[in-house]
């Protein structure tokens, strides 16, 4: 389902500091053999704690990234593994982070500081104030031994956050020995925090180059602790808990903002990230509980909550977010969330005490689930996303039908030259048994059969044929709900059942019915020529048994489906659970003149 919705990356929420070995693990060893069938699967990253984030990351090393296990599934970015983490709490680090004075620097003018490292070390930062103000850069300079020496490296920085450590990534390690860091080139109001004493031993601070009173901010990551294999070895950007106060440094991400959401930018000024979500935990400008009244739920939008009894269904939050985040286009929108998993109770929460204490998830309304339900929204979430995700990212077009002319006998070399050919995905139709939360309860659904794995349609102005493809050779063609084929002859949804104005092979195969009144009801119509052999099916329709007049230019498109042992409640959940569906869940193979 994240696949056909064209979901790059899964990203994992291990903010709780444990990141579920076992269960990430299930999900790779699965999409691993899919891929393996040639089937699409998202790859995936992970969210890690916000404050602290060291246990979760080294874990994670030390179980995935570090063994090699399943590469090909790790989603990467700026050409590394990404991982949402500080990495300026990953490191071994040595720092002066004494202060009293913020020391504004001028344009023109630099600030600098002069330091021994005894140790090599890949990163040095410093702590810049930019008095509540926003889009501040900066330009810091790495000398050996002084204002005059020899540059080592240097960078720019952009929309510095207020008090924030601005850290200077080095290239490659820089040796022990005595060095200078500079600033200069300010845009906006930016500083250095500073001490009006002598609170570092192994330097001293100078002010356009030449020595002055007291020391600022420093601080050194080295080379050589238990994290440098991993502060180099992924991309890291760090996840903003806020919901309201958007990028604060570089190299930030957003996981879920209130409207309008921020642009987050990368280190060249790009417009990088911005986040898309069904619904915010956010309650009168702060971080609440989805129970509190006033929560932001899937309703709310341009400022209230839409009290229609029915406005749960039309995702007017996540619609608004999305026009936002589509308006902006960034390089990547961070959606939340597919399922929260965990419902978790607590007596308290963020400072706030209430009978009942709900945080991620409550009810329908307030929750940010994606993922379709039976009841309720159903697969409305699922369908939007798609759609937007198509709005974003685009679309191929509807492909050109290529017709031959097909004789219905059981033998297929006709249907070679016919195209195109639609694909579904490999090994889905699953037989699942496995226990609930109660061990009392267990999930069982052993409809799985043929596994459908292509199809085509050819059309000329007497006939429309259909060929379908099964991975293994085809059952016996015994009973109803075998390899049963779908018609949305007018492509209009709004007409017949879902859509499908007829049926095929529902009630027998060769059988043809028309839907009658859009419910889950059929009249019979009559019998068609249909054959099989191995693991190929197909048959033809005479267009006056449709009721379709046909010309050389009509029809113009025809929407059709393949499900085979589906049809169990007659509605849109049989496609999603039972059987397999071609293409899968409620979508349509679309073939155009």
């Known amino acids: ?297 899937r309703s709310f939008h341009r400022g209230a909550t839409d009290t229609r009894p029915d406005a749960v269904r039309l995702g007017l939050n996540v619609t608004e977010q999305w026009s936002r985040a589509l308006q902006e286009d960034p390089q990547f929108i961070f959606v939340t969330g597919w399922n929260e998993w965990i419902a978790g109770r607590f007596k308290e929460f963020n400072g706030i005490k209430r009978p009942v204490m709900f945080v991620d998830q409550f009810d329908q309304e307030h929750s940010r689930d994606i993922e379709p339900m039976r009841g309720g929204h159903g697969d409305d979430y699922y369908y939007q996303l798609a759609s937007y995700v198509r709005r974003f990212k685009g679309a191929r077009p509807i492909p050109t039908l290529r017709s031959q002319p097909i004789r219905i006998d059981g033998a297929f070399p006709d249907w070679r030259d016919v195209t195109p050919e639609f694909r579904d995905t490999v090994g889905d139709p699953m037989r699942r048994e496995h226990r609930g939360w109660d061990s009392n309860v267990v999930y069982r659904n052993t409809t799985g059969r043929n596994d459908i794995i292509a199809a085509k349609t050819s059309w000329d102005t007497t006939t429309v044929c259909f060929y379908a493809r099964t991975r293994e050779p085809l059952t016996p063609a015994n009973g109803s709900n075998w390899m049963v084929l779908f018609l949305d002859l007018d492509a209009n949804v709004a007409t017949g059942w879902l859509g499908y104005d007829v049926v095929i092979n529902r009630i027998g195969p060769g059988v043809v019915e028309r839907n009658d009144g859009g419910k889950f009801a059929w009249t019979r119509l009559g019998e068609v020529e249909w054959r099989m052999a191995g693991n190929e099916l197909e048959l033809g329709v005479p267009w006056r048994v449709l009721g379709v007049t046909a010309t050389a230019s009509s029809p113009a498109r025809i929407d059709f489906k393949w499900a085979d042992n589906c049809l169990a409640a007659g509605d849109w959940t049989d496609f999603t659970l039972n059987g397999d569906t071609a293409p899968n869940d409620r979508f349509n193979f679309s073939a155009r003149r």
């Open 1 to 297: 389902m994240l696949a056909d919705a064209g979901i790059d990356v899964v990203i994992f929420d291990v903010t709780n500091q444990i990141t579920y070995r076992d269960d990430y693990r299930a999900l790779l060893r699965v999409w691993a053999e899919m891929r393996r069938l040639g089937n699409r699967t998202p790859q995936v990253a992970f969210l890690t704690p916000f404050w602290d984030p060291g246990k979760v990351v080294r874990e994670l090393w030390r179980d995935l990234y570090s063994t090699g296990l399943h590469r090909d599934l790790w989603f990467q970015w700026d050409g590394k593994p990404l991982l949402l983490a500080d990495p300026a709490l990953l490191a071994e680090k040595q720092e002066n982070a004494k202060q009293n004075t913020p020391v504004e620097l001028q344009p023109g003018h630099t600030l600098g500081q002069s330091f021994t490292a005894d140790r090599t070390f890949a990163a040095v930062a410093v702590r810049m104030p930019t008095w509540h103000t926003a889009d501040a850069a900066v330009t810091l300079t790495l000398r050996r031994e002084g204002p005059g020496g020899e540059r080592v490296y240097a960078d720019r920085f952009h929309r510095v956050g207020d008090n924030d450590w601005v850290r200077l990534r080095l290239p490659s390690a820089a040796a022990a020995g005595r060095y200078y860091l500079e600033a200069s080139e300010p845009d906006g109001r930016v500083g250095w925090w500073s001490h009006s004493e002598d609170t570092f031993a192994r330097g001293e601070a100078f002010a356009d180059a030449q020595p002055a009173k007291g020391d600022r901010t420093l601080r050194l990551e080295w080379a050589d602790g238990d994290a440098r294999p991993m502060l180099d070895f992924f991309t890291f950007r760090k996840p903003q808990p806020d919901y309201f106060a958007g990028q604060t440094q570089q190299d930030m991400w957003s996981w879920l903002e209130v409207h309008p959401q921020h642009i987050f930018t990368n280190s060249l000024g790009e417009k990088e990230q911005m986040s898309v979500g069904v619904g915010q935990i956010a309650v009168n400008g702060r971080l609440g509980s989805m129970s509190e009244p006033g929560a932001l739920g």
